[in-house]
């Protein structure tokens, strides 16, 4: 069982920075790598970024270059720098994991995770 809690969302203008925390705890974290998601009012969930089974950082092109992941050595804390937000950001933004085993975790389908947390809203005026 792995819990995930998010914090650090809020509101901000257009080219702004936040950062995400997402606090995990559970027995078998190094079971699992970890991930953020996000989901737009009326669109589909997607990945934003995540660290693979390797420990490397992979991104959506839409946030390549802007957002930067990274977490400590035991996974308890996985974090995401936002920089030069934009509007078409504005989502409620999930911690996620997954099986070391599943595609997730090896740079594929971002929706073969296990856990998530209960999201942290980031809205981004223009």
């Known amino acids: 069982q792995v819990r995930l809690v998010e914090s650090g969302g809020g509101s901000v203008q257009a080219g702004e920075s936040l950062t995400l925390s997402c606090a995990a705890s559970?027995?078998?974290?190094?079971?699992?790598?970890l991930g953020w998601l996000r989901q737009a009012p009326g669109k589909q969930r997607e990945g934003v970024a995540r660290i693979g089974r390797y420990g490397t950082p992979s991104y959506a092109t839409s946030v390549e270059g802007r957002f930067t992941i990274s977490q400590d050595n035991a996974k308890r804390t996985l974090l995401l720098r936002m920089n030069s937000l934009k509007p078409e950001d504005t989502a409620m933004y999930y911690c996620?994991?997954?099986?070391?085993?599943?595609?997730?975790?090896?740079?594929?389908?971002?929706?073969?995770?296990?856990?998530w947390g209960q999201g942290t809203q980031v809205t981004v005026s223009s």
């Open positions: 559970g027995n078998t974290l190094y079971d699992f790598c």
């Open positions: 996620a994991a997954a099986k070391l085993s599943s595609s997730f975790c090896s740079g594929g389908d971002y929706g073969t995770f296990a856990y």
